[in-house]
């Protein structure tokens, strides 16, 4: 399932910031994830796969908070920016140019909330 390996890699990125700042045994209380249009992910099997890959961890009955991010796509003639849908994805609307993804596929985790204070 896509979402277990995804719930995975967000344990994976927050145990490596932990240890990278010296929080190892810091319990975590929330992460934020930053999720594009496209990325495909479904939230709720996402939230029951991570509470899965938490348990006996610090980040057992962590909250996951979910920021979207935009679909854009840029011409790669004239360089303009618009909004991604599925009908102008290929050709730009304004000069028929090819067009690139710039966004719309992230999934990052954007911030970690600490029981004691919070880590960017
Ligand atoms: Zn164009």
């Known amino acids: ?16 910031a932990l240890k990278d700042k010296g929080l190892k045994d810091q319990r975590v209380t929330s992460i934020t ?3 594009g249009d496209l990325a495909q992910v479904d939230l709720e099997s996402l939230e029951f ?19 979207s991010k935009d679909a854009v796509v840029r011409c790669m003639d004239c360089k303009r920016q618009s909004s991604y849908s599925t009908e102008y994805f290929y050709r730009c609307k304004v000069c028929g140019g090819p067009c690139e993804l710039v966004s719309g596929k992230e999934f990052d985790v954007i911030s970690l909330e600490l029981e004691s204070s919070g880590v960017q």
């Open 1 to 16: 399932m896509h979402e277990a390996s995804l719930a995975r890699a967000v344990v994976n990125t927050v145990m490596d």
């Open 33 to 35: 994830l930053r999720i």
């Open 49 to 67: 796969a991570f509470s899965f890959a938490t348990l006996e961890t610090e980040l057992e009955s962590c909250r996951l908070m979910f920021t």
